[in-house]
């Protein structure tokens, strides 16, 4: 007679594959939890300007906190809900045309007295500290350095930005009205921001970037390309494969 389990001390193991409908609802339920996530709590964007170098570089992938300026209401204990402060890089919509997602750094907050003097940023009369800051060779540009001005009209600015600042300069001072943020980019000298077409309503930010979570090779723009030489290069396969990323930004903390 053929000897059991019980009889030789041999324990068997049976496998259970799962079957596909449970399968189905394992999938369903990561899809319904991954929605739920890009619908409420983050966002994913990706940098397509030099506007905000060199903190945020041309390709880094972000993952944005969409709950962090939300009313905290009933679930306060639970979500860091808080105030947009200076210094926040946010993601809104653009003014100009909401369609579009902008990341911009906050300077200035309501009731600040916001000006530029040769490109430094003074709030309430004291210079900002900005370490994040960068100031690329640029042509000179009183619009841009020596803000607010009145009396230069640069083709960039809004017609209807243009007119909403001359009410709100008082001593040579932009103001910040209620509910209202003047924001900059961090490449200071390339950066269509406030200064050419307003303030950005608090129901536009949609929220704060906290990690690059991917990051492709890219040179801005801005960058003067090499002259040409007569050299052959050598093509390296695995560098070609390797160096298309820019591996050490990948999950780096956005500040």
Do not use: C
């Amino acid at each position: 007679m053929p000897e059991t389990a019980a009889a030789t001390g041999v324990e068997q193991k049976h496998i259970v594959y799962p079957s596909l409908l449970d399968t189905v609802r394992s999938l369903l339920s990561v899809i319904v939890i991954a929605l739920f996530v890009l619908a409420f709590i983050v966002q994913p964007f990706r940098i397509p300007s030099e506007s905000m170098e060199r903190t945020l570089l041309v390709g880094d992938f972000l993952l944005v906190n969409k709950t962090i300026y939300a009313p905290a209401g009933i679930w306060h204990w639970l979500m860091p809900y808080r105030d947009v402060r200076r210094g926040d890089i946010v993601v809104f919509h653009f003014p100009l045309d909401p369609t579009d997602h902008v990341v911009k750094r906050v300077i200035g907050v309501p009731g600040d007295h916001i000006h530029l003097h040769d490109g430094v940023v003074y709030i309430n009369g004291q210079p900002l500290q900005e370490p994040y800051a960068e100031y690329e060779a640029s042509y000179e540009d009183n619009f841009r350095d020596q803000f607010p001005t009145l009396q230069y009209t640069d083709p960039g600015v809004d017609t209807g930005w243009w007119e909403e600042m001359r009410s709100e300069i008082r001593s040579g001072e932009l103001i910040v009205p209620p509910g209202r943020y003047f924001v900059l980019g961090d490449n200071r000298n390339h950066s269509r921001d406030s200064r050419y077409w307003g303030f950005v309503p608090l129901p536009n930010i949609v929220g704060r970037p906290f990690i690059i979570y991917f990051s492709l090779r890219q040179k801005p723009a801005t960058t003067v390309p090499d002259l040409p030489g007569d050299r052959l290069g050598h093509v390296d396969p695995v560098n070609s494969i390797v160096d298309f990323a820019r591996w050490d930004r990948m999950f780096r903390i956005v500040w």
